[in-house]
């Protein structure tokens, strides 16, 4: 790392400790030809995820679109607010973990459908229904028909 006083590329690493999100370190470096200190922030770099949707135009993955969609369907639901975090981190940890860099919007919304089913069965029927577009009631029924199987 280059010292930003000097430009001397001999500097150190005297403290280093996570970010209260814990998404990244905080390293205090001192240069060893001028002695000055200074602060560095180390991050994992995440690929940049492109959904592809169904009209097969493409546009990049956001995490508030995915909550926003997840609330939405919990609306005047008994679900607290951190749970519905934690379900959308796990989405996008298993979005991340699957390392494509692309995915189709099908996928998201299969992910997010399992796990409302897990969390609320309202919450995952509203989801399903502006997801699968139901058409008419029969379509309606036999998606609940599948979540009572």
């Known amino acids: 790392m280059k ?11 005297v403290d280093s400790r996570p970010e209260d999100d ?16 200074f602060t560095t922030y180390e991050k994992v ?6 959904v592809i949707k169904k009209d097969q135009s493409r546009e990049q993955y956001s995490r508030n679109k995915l909550e926003s969609g ?13 749970e519905i975090h934690e379900a959308a981190d796990s989405i996008e940890r ?9 995915i189709a919007s099908k996928v ?8 409302l ?9 509203r989801f399903a229904s502006v997801y699968r577009e139901f058409k008419d009631v029969n379509t309606f029924m036999d ?3 599948k979540f009572l199987e």
């Open 117 to 125: 089913k897990e969390l609320d069965a309202v919450a995952y029927v």
């Open 45 to 50: 770099e995440s690929i940049p995820l492109i």
């Open 3 to 13: 010292c930003p006083f000097c430009n001397q590329d001999n500097t150190r690493v």
């Open 22 to 37: 814990g998404t990244s370190i905080r390293r205090r470096r001192m240069c060893d030809a001028c002695g000055k200190r």
């Open 70 to 82: 997840i609330m939405r369907a919990c609306y005047k639901r008994p679900i607290p607010i951190k």
């Open 108 to 115: 998201v919304g299969e992910m997010v459908m399992d796990r």
């Open 143 to 145: 998606e609940l028909k």
């Open 94 to 102: 298993d979005l991340f973990n699957m390392e494509e860099k692309e």
